[in-house]
């Protein structure tokens, strides 16, 4: 069974920047992986793919703010955020093998003043 460990959330003001962090443990195999968030109130959502193949992937929201890279190496999975609106508020998950697939525990990110 895969284990994702997310890392990196916190408080930042409008305009700032934050790098999130996904490890995979117990993943022998390159496989795709995605970022979604949860604001409050709302329904989960996709924000950004790694494709196992090296493809990537952006909601049309966060697509010039935000970049998905990864280190195979260490099965890691990152996710740098720029530019951050209030409106990106909400607690981040990693996943692998889509909706159906494994979830970390998210992490929050808070954009505010």
């Known amino acids: 069974q895969v284990q994702l460990v997310e890392s990196g959330g916190g408080l930042v003001q409008p305009g700032g920047s934050l790098r999130l962090s996904c490890v995979a443990e117990?993943?022998?195999?390159?496989?795709?992986m995605n970022w979604y968030r949860q604001a409050p109130g709302k329904q989960r959502e996709f924000v950004a793919e790694?494709?196992?193949?090296?493809?990537?992937n952006y909601a049309f929201a966060v697509k010039g703010r935000f970049t998905i890279a990864r280190d195979n190496a260490k099965n890691t999975v990152y996710l740098q955020m720029n530019n951050l609106k209030p409106e990106d508020t909400g607690v981040y998950y990693c996943?692998?093998?889509?909706?159906?697939?494994?979830w970390g525990q998210g992490t929050q990110v808070t954009v505010s003043s």
């Open positions: 790694s494709g196992s193949d090296g493809s990537t």
């Open positions: 996943n692998v093998f889509g909706p159906a697939g494994y």
């Open positions: 117990n993943s022998s195999r390159r496989v795709g």
